[in-house]
C-alpha cells in the first residue's frame, strides 16, 4: 500500500521500518527532518508537510508524543485533515486522551475519511523487532482492511471494538496496570529495605511468582534503582495516568489507586524526576519511609 | 527422615502427601481427624495431638490457618514446643505475623530447639503437584540439612536470610503484590464496563501484556465473576494485607497502596463476601462505580 | 460609583443588592432576564449584554458557574473585555480555575484594563445579608480604589496577594477545607450508624468540640441526611475540588486528601447525586460500610 | 465523695484538683510519686498502690496514656479490680481501644463493681480550667449518680449511650475528625507555600471562615510550624487514629481518610517526629511537595 508516518520518534522509527520491511511504500514526516532522512536508506520516502505524507496515502499513521502534538499534525494548516483523500485512513498509534480520540472520529467523519485508532503496547526495542501489541478500534471494514499493516508491525492484534476512542482507553487502563505494579513494587521494596532482606531475592521470589517479564524488566530497574536513562519518561507516565483517571471520571468511575498513583507521581516531579524512567515512582515510597534516596 | 506434619487443610495435605512421596516417615495430626485419615493410604501415622506428632520428629511442619490456630499448637499443653527434641525443627509454613514468628523463635531456641520459617506461594493444586514457591529463613545449616524438603513439595526454593521473621515478611508482601494487581484489575473492569468494552477483549490484552499465569488466572475469575467456589477466601486475605500492613509500620514503612486495599475488603466483608474469593474485592469497585452487582 | 453586575444567580443577587443599597448606581445583566427584572425594583439598571453593563463601568463585577460561562462573558462578542473602558476594572467573584484567572489577568492587561480576582466564601443567605468574606487579589492601589465595594457586600476583606490567581487558589483551597470536614463528618457518622450511637449525639459532641458554626450547619444536613434541596450542588462542589487538584498539580504539590474526596463524589455521581447537596458526599462513605441509602 | 485517681499526668492533675476543688475527698496514685506529692497542697490524700486509691472509693477515676498501662492499673495485683467495693465505679477516662474497655466492662460487671467509662476532650489548660467537654457512657443510673463529678471537671457533658466503649468510640472519631482538619491544613498550607502565600493570611481566612477556636489554634501551629515542645504529642495521636480503625474495622467500616492520615503519621515517625506535636503532620505534606523541612 501507499502509506504515510508521521512521527518518527523510538516507537514510529522501527514501525516505519517494519511497514517498509513488509513491501509498502512510505512516505514519512517529523518536525525535525534527521530522523525522517535516517529512514531514507530503508526506502522511505520524505515529505516537507504532515499534509504532503498523507496527500497520496491509503493510510497515513500518527505515533506522536500528546494530544497537542496529534492535534497540530492532523488539523492545523497542512495538517492531514486537509490532504487526505476520501476513503483513505488516518491510524493513529498515539496514546492520547479519548476526548481527542473522539474528536478525530468526528473531524474525518466529516471530511469522509476513516479514523481508526490503533495504540501499541512496546518499548522501542519491540517495535523495532515487530514485537508490539497493537489494539486497533473503529470501523469494523477498516480495520480488517489495515489488518496486514497491524500485523506488519506487532505480535499480536486485538481489536477492541467500533468506537475508535475505546481503544485507547484499553491503552491507558494498560499502562494504568503497569503503573499499579510499580506503585506495589515501590511500597514492598521499601519494606524489604528496611527489614534488611535483599532486594534480589525479593525479586527473584516475585518473578517466580509472576512469571511475568515485565515484573522481572521492571522489579529489575526498581531494584537496581537505575532511572536513567529513562526507557519511559516519568512526566510521560505522569500524563497517561491523568489520562486514565480523567477518562473514567467522564464515565463516573473512581480510580483510587490511579489517584494515589498520580499524586505519587507528582510528589516525584516535585523531586525533580520528569526525565527519569516512570519507575522512579519507587523513589516517593522509599523517602516516605525515611530512607534517604539521594533526591 | 522422621517428620511430623501438623495442619491438613487443602494446602497442607498436598505438601505432607509430597514428603511421603519422597520417602520420609510422616506422623500427621489434624484438629478435624478425617483430614488425617485420609493420609494413611498415603502411608501417613496418625498423632492424637501435636505433641504426639513432633515428639520423634528430626522436623515437625505446621501448616495452619493463622496466628490463633499456630499459637495454640504451639504452646498449648500437648503443643510442640512441650514434645519437639532439642536440636529438631519446627519448619513453619503458615502465613503469620512477624511478631509471631520472632515470638517462635525465642521460645524454640530457649527450648534448644530450632525454628525455621518456610513460607511457601501457590494454590492448594499447586501443592498437591509439587509446584510450591518455598522461602525458609532462619539458621543457615539448619536450612541446609532441611533443603531435601524443601525440594520435595516445591517447584523452586529461594532462602530469604537468617532472620526466620524475614520469611514471613516476604510472603506477606508477595500476597500484597497480589492483591495489588487485583485492585488494578477492579477499577480497569469497572472502566471497561462502563464503557462498553468486553470484559474478555480487556483480559485478552492485559494476559498477553504481561505473560503472567497469575494475571491470567485471576483475570479470568474476575472477567467472569466466578467468586464461589473461593480458591482463597476474602477474609484470609483480608488477614494477610493486615498484616503486611502491621509488620511494615512496625519498620515505620507506610504502605498507601496496602491501606487502600484494607479499606476496599473492608468494605467487601460489609457486603458479606467473607466467604468469596479475594478476587471478589472487585465488586467494591463495580459498586463505587454505580455498576449493579447484585450485592 | 458607576458599577455593572453580571451573574445574578442566588449568590450574585444578594452582592448587586448589597451594592445598590450602599448608594452605587449598578447595570445589571443575566443570562436569563427575569432575574435581572427582579433587580429593578432595588434600582438596578438592565443591560442587554455584558458589554452594556460594563460600557460605563468603573467596575464589573461577574459572578458566574465556572469558567465556561465566565470566558464567555468576558471574551465572546459582545463581552466584557470589549467594551471596559481603559483604567475600569472587571472584578471577579466567581470561583474559577487559576488557568483562567492567569488569563484574564493577561487579557486585560493587555487592553489597558484592570482585573481583580475577588472571590467570597458564604451561602447565598450571607451574600443577602452582607456577610461574605471576601478575598481579594490584585494591583494593590485598585484593591484600595475598590475596597468599599468589598465592604459593602462582606463582612471581612481579606487581600491575598497582588496576583489575581492567587485569590483562586484561597477560594479553592477553603472550600477543599470545607470538602475535607464533610469526608471526615461522612466516614465517623457512617461509625456511629454501626455502633448504634446517635448520630445527634455525636453531632452534638463535635459541634462543642469545635465550636464552629460550619460544623454544626454542615453536621446537621449530614446527620438529618437532607440532602434536597441542595445549599450547594454536589457537583459544583465536585468541579472545586477538581479546580483545587488541578491548581495544586501545576505547583507540583499532592493533594492525597484531595484525591480521596474527588473519587468520593465521582462515586457520588455514579448513584445520581450531582444536583444533591455536596453535603451527601457522606452517602458514600455509607455505603462503602454496608448501609442502605435508598440510592 | 469519696474519690479515687490514678493517673497525674498533665490532663489527670488538672481533673483531680478540680475535684478537690469541688469539695471531694480524693486519694490519689501515680507510678512516679512527685506527681501526687505536688497534689497534697490541694489536700490530696495519697496511696501507695492502685488499690490502695480504691479500696474506700465510691468512684474511682483512671487517666492514663494506652491501653497497656490501664490493663496494669485495672489488672494487676494490687490493681483496682481486686480492692474496688461492690456497687462502687471505676471511672475510666484515658483514650483506649474499645475493645479493652469492653473487658474492663466484663470484668467489673462479673466483680460486681460498676464500669463508667467517661473520655474527655480538652488540652491540659482546659483541663486545669474545668473547661473539658466529657462524654460518658454505662449505666443510666450510675451516670446520673456521677454527674456531679462530670460537672466538676467539665464545661459540658453529652452521654453517649449505655455500652462504655460508645463513648470510647466518640472520644477515637472526635480525635479522628481534629486530625482530619490537620491534614487538610497540611496539603493547603503546602499549596500556598508554593503558591508564594502568605501562610498567614491564609490562616486568617480559615479562621474567619470556620470561626472555630479549634481550626485557630492548630492553624497557628501549623502555620508557623513550632511543632515543640508538644502539646500532644504524635506518637500519641498516631495510637488514636489507629485505634479508631481498628474500632471501626470491628464494625466492617472503612475509614479511608482515617487511613491516609495514619500511613502520613508513619510517615512523620520515619522521619523523627514521634515526639512532636501531632500537627507536625503537615511536614509529610510538605516533603512530598518538595519543600525543604529540616527532617
Not at 95 to 102: C, E, P
Not at 131 to 139: E, R, S, T
Not at 251 to 267: A, C, E, F, T
Request: contains cysteine; hydrophobic residues 45%; glycine residues 8%.
Amino acid at each position: 500500500m501507499n502509506l504515510g508516518f508521521i512521527g518518527l520518534g523510538r516507537m514510529g522509527s522501527g514501525m516505519a521500518r517494519n511497514l517498509l520491511r513488509a513491501g509498502h511504500r512510505v512516505t514519512v514526516y517529523n518536525r525535525s527532518p534527521e530522523k525522517a532522512q535516517a529512514l531514507s536508506g530503508d526506502g522511505a520516502q520524505q515529505a516537507g508537510s504532515p499534509a504532503e505524507a498523507a496527500r497520496d496515502a491509503e493510510a497515513v499513521f500518527t505515533m506522536l508524543s500528546d494530544d497537542h502534538a496529534l492535534s497540530e499534525v492532523a488539523f492545523a494548516q497542512n495538517g492531514i485533515a486537509s490532504a487526505l483523500k476520501p476513503g483513505a485512513a488516518h491510524i493513529s498509534s498515539s496514546t492520547i486522551s479519548t476526548a481527542l480520540s473522539r474528536r478525530l472520529a468526528e473531524q474525518h467523519a466529516a471530511n469522509k475519511q476513516v479514523y481508526v485508532s490503533a495504540p501499541v503496547f512496546g518499548r522501542p526495542e519491540a517495535a523495532e523487532a515487530k514485537k508490539l501489541i497493537v489494539i486497533p478500534a473503529g470501523d469494523r471494514d477498516a480495520i480488517e482492511r489495515y489488518r496486514p499493516l497491524f500485523d506488519a508491525i506487532g505480535r499480536a492484534t486485538f481489536v477492541v471494538g467500533t468506537e475508535p476512542s475505546q481503544a485507547n482507553l484499553v491503552k491507558l487502563c494498560g499502562n494504568f496496570m503497569i503503573a499499579s505494579m510499580l506503585e506495589a513494587f515501590a511500597e514492598t521494596f521499601a519494606t524489604m529495605e528496611k527489614a534488611g532482606i535483599k532486594r534480589s531475592l525479593f525479586l527473584d521470589v516475585i518473578s517466580e511468582l509472576f512469571g511475568s517479564p515485565v515484573y522481572k524488566n521492571y522489579g529489575t530497574v526498581v531494584a537496581e534503582q537505575k532511572f536513567e536513562p529513562a526507557g519511559f519518561a516519568l512526566k510521560l507516565g505522569f500524563k497517561d495516568v491523568r489520562l486514565a483517571i480523567e477518562a473514567a471520571q467522564e464515565l463516573n468511575v473512581p480510580l483510587p489507586l490511579g489517584s494515589l498513583i498520580r499524586d505519587h507521581l507528582i510528589s516525584a516531579m516535585a523531586h525533580g524526576q520528569e526525565e527519569w524512567d516512570w519507575s522512579s515512582l519507587a523513589l516517593v515510597a522509599s523517602r516516605n519511609a525515611g530512607i534517604a534516596t539521594g533526591t
